[in-house]
């Protein structure tokens, strides 16, 4: 296996807006980040991904591009942005920036010329249809509930977006796009940017003449008509030829919907499309039948699945992105862990869990303070566009029970893991000086980062040591992975293998202690404890029998 350096990288993913505010409006900015690249650099990260920070009116948090050459003004100027890389790179650090090109905003002056008539040589930048019997031109659904067409009276026409309906689809058919956003990319690559997270990538090739869903609802799933299109790979290829394959850069593509034999197609070890992907799999383990917000109890036996799946499926064919929350999931150790009693452990547990996989970790901020979700009391104190448009369709024109949707807001919201970030205890959590443009969680008192820094047995420094140890270990970069006591109700445990050696991960996902044992064929001389997530404790190095406490989790290195 080939060695990269964004194979041996931890990244950490930064929502500006909610991230550090430096001038009091109540907006994370592009200076506030910067007067936290230290606290960064002392986490041991080696990239960052910014979430967009480009020209938008903001209708999807920044995900509705107007200008991508400039700034946000809520965020700062190109200046700032420029101090910003400045700073990361002499620290040693990369940036990802995120690339959004399956839609623009409908403000994007492409899209104001495109609307403005049929022959305008704009039009066919977008997915233009007439009706079908006074209806849309299908009866796909958009990922933002409703229908994923918008009626324009002007040229009598529909324009697609499987967003909201101010995220105009883009036609990647039309070559005359396809090079306009490949200048776009080569433009930051020159500026120094160190590669890119793309927004939904694979949804970029739609299937030829946009059949409806076959069903009887009025607005339905066309999933299978747009996600791993026919065409995707065939543009990602000539993405990587004009552009990718001409840098010394990081991409992950974000492709709902994809299996590991996918990935092997877009994350190849050939290097023909990109990097890595986000695969969502694991995600989707606590969605019932009716998608997202059906919310359903996830199990350990799942999660093993899903997991070893993606690890097996992937060896020496691609590479895997680690993660387990991020902008758009809730926060993972209310998810998969136990944000009461057991916040600390489980935290460190989950941490411990995902970095000693194979891929590439991805840290979402306030992850490493153990941050949790959060319960606000009304539907008016949330502010994401995809939770009032569910309450909507559910609830006011539904008719179904608000407090029964109110608790899966409360447990899947994308909200829980946008409130600011929890920097000390004074008023708004340190974020800003202002009124924060989302609530911050009522328990940043006691969660915050200046106790973090202040703890050596915090969470926090927790990450730091396993970032060290990936630094210091090619095993858990590019060691395999394979599953042990799959049936074990409460434990997690797994080896990483290279060469003559191996590691031992065990976790215990559960609020009671667990007896490990060791399978008989896993033969050993000595082992030696390199991380744990219990402070005190026995150092014993007979792993045949051992009890793990609640939500403990061991790695040992077997020689």
Known sequence: MEKKWWKESVVYQIYPRSFKDSNGDGIGDLQGIIGKLDYLNELGVGVIWLSPVYESPNDDNGYDISDYKAIMDEFGTMEDWEELLGGLHRRGMKLMMDLVVNHSSDEHAWFIESRKSKDNPYRDYYIWRPGKDGNEPNNWTSFFSGSAWQYEEETDEYFLHLFSKKQPDLNWENPVLRNEIYDMMKWWLDKGVDGFRMDVINLISKEDGLPSTPGRKKYDWGGDYFMNGPRVHEYLQEMNKEVLSKYDMMTVGECPGASPQDAARYANEEGTELNMIFTFEHMDLDSGPGGKWDVKDWTLADLKDVMTKWQKDL???????????????????????????????????????????????????????????????????????????????????GGEDHAKVMEAIYRKGRDNARTPMQWD?????????????????????????????????????????????????????????????????????????????????????????????????????????????????????????????????RVYKLK
């Open 315 to 397: 060896e020496g064919r691609g590479w895997n992105s680690l993660y387990l929350n991020n902008h758009d999931q809730p926060r993972m150790v209310s998810r998969f862990g136990n944000d009461k009693e057991y916040r600390v452990e489980s935290a460190k547990m989950l941490a411990t869990f995902l970095h000693m996989m194979q891929g590439t970790p991805y840290i979402y901020q306030g992850e490493e303070l153990g941050m949790t979700n959060v319960k606000f009391d009304s539907l008016e104190e949330y502010n994401d566009i995809e939770i009032h448009n569910m309450y909507r369709e559910k609830v006011t024109e």
């Open 425 to 553: 205890d004074s008023e708004h959590a340190g974020f800003t000086t202002g009124t924060p443009w989302l609530k911050v969680n009522p328990n940043y008192k006691e969660i915050n980062a200046e106790n973090a820094l202040k703890d050596s047995s915090s969470i926090f420094y927790y990450y730091k040591e396993l970032n060290r140890l990936r630094k210091e270990h090619d095993i858990i970069v590019y060691g395999t992975y394979d599953l042990i006591l799959e049936n074990d109700p409460q434990i997690y445990a797994y080896t990483r293998s290279l060469g003559e050696e191996k590691l031992v991960i065990m976790c215990n996902f559960t609020e009671e202690n667990a007896a490990f044992t060791l399978p008989e064929e896993i033969q050993y001389e000595s082992a030696s404890l390199m991380i744990r997530n219990y402070e005190e404790g026995t150092e014993e190095d007979c792993l045949e029998e051992l009890q793990l406490r609640p939500f403990e989790a």
